[in-house]
């Protein structure tokens, strides 16, 4: 199983974190460091971004054009190109993948502590196989069966890593209406919902329901997860996820925002204690 922060995704991005620190100290442009390795403005900002592969050629000139000459700190630099270069266990499934999912994935897989607000669906790492079977065929009618198995092997296997690594925390944050919305037949809802009930006692997961009693509360604005990772240098992310596309927001006023209604709809929500009791009473309403 990959450890957080070993996924090529993450490596990518703080990859480009790094040279962008180097190129600052040094007072270059990014179009003067896009001319040095035979590209523009904008592909020094992709790089930078970890949005785009890295060549090992690009990255040996950039470290000389920023001055870094020690073998030791070069070789680690290039040691992480060819790491952020290694295909993910995730793009065998690609094809049946939304385009801007497979990204997702990769910064998944490397953090190390993951908080989510759901309001439509039980989150897609605390579902069972039956409950994504529905909501997969029923966000695109027009895939075919092996699409749908394939993205619902992606997502039993992303829930492997979060249940079976002690050094991921997961927090979920789910309004009363995602549980009480029916996806599938009875049994399938009480099977989810039993599922969500032993998890409650999982060490590394923390599930709280907003009851529909709150009313409005600070997250009318739909649903989004805050991914932290492990280095360092690294900033935490904050996932949308929209019809067609995905929206990353890592600037730090962003992040507190978002942070803040974290914390803000914990203490509107019923206490961690508390879920398993709210859950049982919902499966004897089915």
């Known amino acids: 199983m990959a450890q957080p922060g070993s996924g090529p995704t993450v490596r990518r991005i703080l990859l480009g974190h790094q040279l962008r620190k180097l190129r600052e100290a040094k007072g270059i442009s990014r179009e003067d460091a896009g001319y040095k390795i035979r590209g523009s403005e904008s592909k020094i900002s992709r790089l930078e971004l970890g949005r785009v592969g890295f060549k090992k050629r690009d990255v040996e000139d950039l470290l000389t054009l920023y001055g870094v000459t020690a073998a030791e700190e070069r070789e680690q630099l290039l040691h ?67 699409e749908v198995e394939s993205r619902v092997t992606v997502r039993m296997t992303r829930q492997r890593r979060i249940y079976e690594n002690p050094e991921v925390r997961f927090w979920a944050i789910i309004d009363e209406a995602a549980l009480r919305r029916p996806m599938g037949s009875a049994q399938i809802m009480r099977n989810q919902l039993d599922f969500l009930r032993e998890l409650t006692d999982h060490p590394s997961i923390t599930i709280q329901i907003v009851p529909f009693r709150v009313g409005a509360h600070a997250a009318e604005g739909g649903p989004f997860t805050i991914l932290r990772f492990p280095e360092f240098d690294l900033p935490d992310i904050v996932y949308l996820e929209q019809l067609t596309g995905a929206l990353y927001q890592d600037k730090r006023e962003d992040v507190d925002i978002y942070t803040m209604v974290m914390e803000r709809l914990s203490v509107a929500s019923q206490t961690p204690s508390k879920t398993p009791d709210v859950l049982t009473a919902m499966i004897k309403d089915l």
Request: proline letters at 7%.
């Open 80 to 146: 992480l190109v060819e790491e952020s270069n290694k295909p993910g266990w995730w793009q065998q499934h690609s094809e049946a993948l939304p385009s801007w999912f497979p990204a997702y994935v990769g910064l998944e897989e490397a953090a190390t502590r993951i908080r989510t607000y759901e309001v439509q669906f039980v989150p897609g790492l605390l579902q069972t196989e039956d409950y994504a079977r529905h909501v997969i065929r029923s966000g695109d009618p027009e895939a075919d069966e092996h």
